[in-house]
């Protein structure tokens, strides 16, 4: 796809899950932004987002993974990684190695959404996701939901929108629409 498509990701918020499809002490495996990740909600409901791989022997803590606290326990040998991505335990040693941390990605969860930020340089969100008010109100219908696999990057689809001779071509239309 990276041949066909040379446009960067661009820097900010992604949804990846609907906030309800995820119950506390659940775990997902993730694939966003060219990344395997795991998505899980600690016990006390938090949504949290990894890097899907153990430093120790590569398992991927999507498949196996096991919700303990505000932790993830590696299916393979136990080490258990904390929300922040810092091995918290190592079940058979003494000592948690020091260099044994995982990258997490900053989560927020907002209008029945669980969003991850996601920047091309590492930096800390530059804003905050709105809050809509209406996607919590039982005035406002619930939300329609469709799942598309697009392969293409968001640039495209928005250029594409724009791109008014394309209409009458592609898409059928009688002319081109003003």
């Known amino acids: ?15 990846v899950a609907w906030a309800d499809e995820l119950g506390p002490g659940e775990v997902r495996p993730l694939r966003a932004f060219g990344e395997d990740l795991v998505l899980f909600r600690s016990e006390a409901g938090l949504a949290r987002v990894l890097d899907a791989y153990c430093p120790h022997l590569g398992a991927h ?3 196996g993974g096991k919700v303990l606290g505000d932790a993830i326990r590696c299916p393979f040998h136990g080490w258990t990684f904390d929300g922040t991505g810092r091995c918290t335990a190592v079940p058979y040693a003494t000592r948690v190695p020091p260099g044994a941390k995982l990258r997490s990605w900053p989560v927020v969860e907002r209008n029945r959404i669980v969003w991850v930020w996601r920047h091309a340089e590492g930096a800390p969100p530059a804003w905050e996701v709105p809050v809509i008010p209406e996607a919590e109100s039982p005035e406002w219908s619930d939300f329609e939901r ?12 928005g250029e594409n929108a724009v791109d008014r001779a394309h209409f009458r071509y592609v898409h059928g239309t009688m002319n081109v629409p003003e």
């Open 1 to 15: 796809m990276d041949r066909r498509f040379p446009f960067p990701l661009p820097n900010g918020w992604f949804m």
């Open 146 to 157: 469709h799942a598309w696999t697009i392969r293409s990057r968001s640039q495209e689809m």
């Open 61 to 63: 803590l999507g498949h």
